[in-house]
C-alpha cells in the first residue's frame, strides 16, 4: 500500500492527519526533560479524538533540583516528634527534600 493508498483508507475510516512543521519537542518530567530535535510531529484526529505522534532521536537531559532549604522550626519539630538529635533531624531532612513527615516516619521506623 502506497502513501496516497494509506492516506485515502484513513480517511475513510474518520481519521485525519496533519504534519506540523516542528523545530524541538521538549517532554519533561519531575526530574530530566526529554528533547528531540528535529522531530517528524503528525497531529492525528481519530473520532474527534486529537493525538500527537512524535518521532525522532530523543536525548535526555537531567535537571538539576533546587536547592533545599532547612530552617530552625523545621528541625526542631522534627528532633522533638521523632525523639532525636537536632543533626539527626537535619540530615532526615534533607534527604527528604524538606518533607518533615517523611522525615519524621524515616526517623521512627
Not at 65 to 70: G, L
Amino acid at each position: 500500500m502506497n502513501k496516497r493508498q494509506m492516506e485515502q483508507a484513513m480517511r475513510r475510516l474518520g481519521i485525519k492527519q496533519e504534519e506540523l512543521d516542528a523545530e524541538q519537542v521538549v517532554i519533561r518530567t519531575a526530574d530530566y526533560d526529554l528533547v528531540i530535535d528535529s522531530p517528524h510531529v503528525a497531529k492525528v484526529n481519530a473520532m474527534g479524538q486529537e493525538s500527537y505522534q512524535i518521532t525522532g532521536d530523543a536525548v535526555r537531559v537531567e535537571r538539576e533540583q533546587p536547592a533545599v532549604t532547612i530552617d530552625a522550626d523545621d528541625i526542631a519539630t522534627v528532633a522533638a516528634q521523632a525523639g532525636v538529635s537536632e543533626e539527626e533531624a537535619r540530615a532526615a531532612l534533607e534527604e527528604a527534600k524538606g518533607d518533615l513527615a517523611a522525615a519524621i516516619l524515616a526517623l521512627q521506623g
